[in-house]
């Protein structure tokens, strides 16, 4: 089930001790690996190199064409933001899975819109100016900073000193997208609805922090014009188990938090006065019907039809969260949580709301008119610091390698397939050899089935030591596919010294992260093939992968598998038949386990 409110600690199994098999000769042992060649069949000049400006914190790397001061400046705001979200929502940071994540600050031309998708995936999220795309391995986050470049010179202050923008600047859009990603991974890497995360992710926002407070579920400038335009973003979230937003005090008991109207500096009525009833009733007449808000399929551009569906979602959870004295809050989590296990209808709803679509429609439009809400503050108790100052951070020249690397990943996760090819080509070409561009290289390889070009960038960057676990899978499965075809070992299966060969990049693939269901599968498939008999500690392993990924079949066939044939504690193997059975996709991996239980009885 999906974990929305109750996001799970997730961190891999303490047993990281090496297996003590002898690797076999190979790449990495100090032979020389003789790389591919690329051979320009064209006229075509090599572009230009590029100026970007590289830097980096823990987990992420940044990579920016925009001004020193823009990007010094984004790199602090970012780490108090890390520190603010972890005192409003510590779980969603505390419990996040560790996946490296590339951000991109684009400022100068055209830069951001060449990462823009064609035909952008469902799980694919898009702005006008920022975008996000993930798969397993990794992230990427691109924003936008080119109006902020050119308004840069129109920069005011708040009444603390702090500098604010004049425009409706990129760090509303990162908070954005950033949220959305943390959100995904704290829920096991499955995104939630969409009307749920595009309304979540709009509230998160508003989150304002300075040296000695921060609030959230604020909205500016009149919530008729926020809900109008998609400029102008608020709100917050429910911390884990909490009903009622009063109750919170997060921040491991040094911060306080109280509840704030905010109404004050809103103004609930839009600009012309008293709202009439036909101006109300204009308004909700532009509302979606809610069956379509909750069971809208985003268009490949961003539409008004679009923009309007997100404005709609970020009010309706607004409302529910903050708005009418909070009185639908325990509502919303019910409605949620049964919202993230499938599709909702109107029945549904009207047993977690007991409204109607059509009543919640006129009182989404009173709470627009009326904004009946409240913000959260936190405020720093006394004698304490507070937020911390941001760390320096080392700003460079990126290398070309860097540059073609973190790109090429970027245009591959949003699909521009022969851009990210050119992007990881272009400083091979200009003799750039860097570990984690020819792992990029030789996953291209791999993904364009060019196995043998795949295998010598794969092992030269083994060799390296690149940080890159989906390479180390990679190159184990390489191995695997040759020791197959010519299986050393008894009975056409593989001898130690093969098994001992594909083992060993999967081992240092697990030391890596983020985790990968694969590293534990193939683990678990060599030693199927293998005429080698696996020791206790080698099948722990097993048993780690399985419980850092209990929903996955392979891994428990495998490890129930082996347990059974050369494990010692036989109820150990019954638990892992038994939990097999229950997370069968299928009839055939079924009965699978229900036979691998009749040899164990």
């Known amino acids: ?28 042992n100090g032979e020389i690996v003789e790389l591919p060649r690329y051979t320009v069949t064209d006229s075509r000049i090599l572009p230009p190199p590029e100026s970007w400006r590289h830097a980096t914190l823990p987990g992420y790397e940044i990579l920016s064409n925009a001004r020193d001061f823009t990007t010094q400046s984004f790199l602090k705001d970012f780490q108090q933001l890390q520190t603010a979200i972890g005192i409003v929502w510590p779980t969603l940071v505390d419990n996040r899975a560790n996946i490296p994540t590339l951000i991109i600050l684009c400022a100068r031309g055209n830069s951001f819109q060449q990462f823009v998708p064609e035909d952008a995936d469902p799980s694919v999220f898009i702005t006008r100016t920022s975008l996000f795309v993930e798969d397993k391995e990794r992230g990427a986050i691109v924003i936008d900073f080119t109006m902020q470049e050119v308004f840069e010179d129109q920069i005011l202050e708040d009444s603390e000193g702090q500098k604010i923008s004049a425009m409706s600047d990129p760090y509303g859009e990162f908070y954005r997208q950033y949220s959305r990603f943390l959100m995904r991974h704290a829920n096991g890497g499955v995104p939630l609805p969409e009307w749920l995360e595009e309304g979540l992710s709009r509230l998160f926002t508003t989150l304002d922090f300075r ?7 604020k909205v500016e400038h009149g919530f008729s014009q926020a809900v109008a335009s998609s400029l102008e973003p608020g709100g917050g979230w429910i911390p884990d188990g909490t009903e009622d937003l009063n109750e919170i005090d997060a921040g491991g008991g040094w911060w306080n938090a109280t509840p704030h109207s905010p109404a004050a500096n809103i103004g609930g009525r839009p600009e012309g006065g008293r709202t009439t009833t036909k101006s109300r009733r204009e308004r909700h007449g532009a509302i979606f019907s809610f069956d379509k808000m909750f069971d809208y399929e985003k268009g490949k551009s961003i539409t008004l039809n679009q923009s309007r569906w997100s404005n709609q979602c970020f009010a309706f959870v607004h409302m529910c969260i903050y708005g009418l004295e909070k009185k639908y809050q325990k509502q919303f989590i019910k409605f949620a949580l049964r919202a993230c296990k499938g599709p909702v209808g109107e029945n549904d709803f009207k047993e977690c709301f007991n409204r109607s679509y059509e009543q919640m429609a006129t009182m989404l439009s009173m709470h627009v008119d009326t904004l009946a809400q409240q913000s959260v503050l936190f405020k720093v108790k006394r004698g304490m610091e507070g937020l911390p100052d941001p760390m320096p951070v080392e700003l460079r020249e990126a290398t070309q390698a860097e540059i073609g690397r ?3 990943e970027a245009l591959r996760l949003a699909g521009h397939a022969d851009a990210s090819r050119e992007a990881f080509i272009v400083p091979y070409l200009r003799q750039e050899r860097d570990a984690g561009l020819l792992a990029s290289l030789g996953l291209l390889e791999s993904l364009e089935q060019r196995d043998a070009r795949a295998r010598k960038f794969l092992e030269a960057a083994a060799k390296e030591n690149v940080v890159r676990p989906r390479a180390y899978v990679e190159l184990a499965r390489l191995r695997l596919n040759e020791a197959l075809a010519a299986p050393a070992g008894a009975n056409g299966r593989l001898s130690a010294t093969q098994t001992a ?10 030391t890596q992260p983020p985790p990968m269901e694969d590293v534990y599968s193939l683990i678990g498939y060599t030693w199927m093939c293998s005429d080698a008999t696996p020791k206790e500690s080698h099948l722990e392993v097993l048993l780690e992968g399985a419980l850092i990924f209990p929903g996955s079949a392979r891994i428990m066939h495998h490890a129930a598998t082996l347990y059974a044939l050369h494990g010692s504690n036989k109820t150990l193997a019954k638990s892992l038949v038994d939990m097999g059975v229950r997370i069968s996709p299928d009839q055939e991996t079924r009965e699978s386990f229900e036979s691998l239980r009749g040899r164990l009885n």
């Not at 040296?211 to 579920?217: A, H, N, S, V």
């Not at 060969?501 to 697990?510: D, G, I, K, M, Y």
């Open 406 to 408: 973190i790109k090429g």
């Open 211 to 217: 040296k000695k407070w921060i609030e959230f579920g």
């Open 1 to 28: 089930m999906v974990l929305l409110f109750g996001l799970a600690s997730f961190s891999p199994a303490v047993a990281q001790t090496r297996l003590g098999i002898k690797a076999a000769p190979n790449a990495t």
């Open 501 to 510: 060969s594909v083992l060993e990049p999967l081992f240092t693939a697990r």
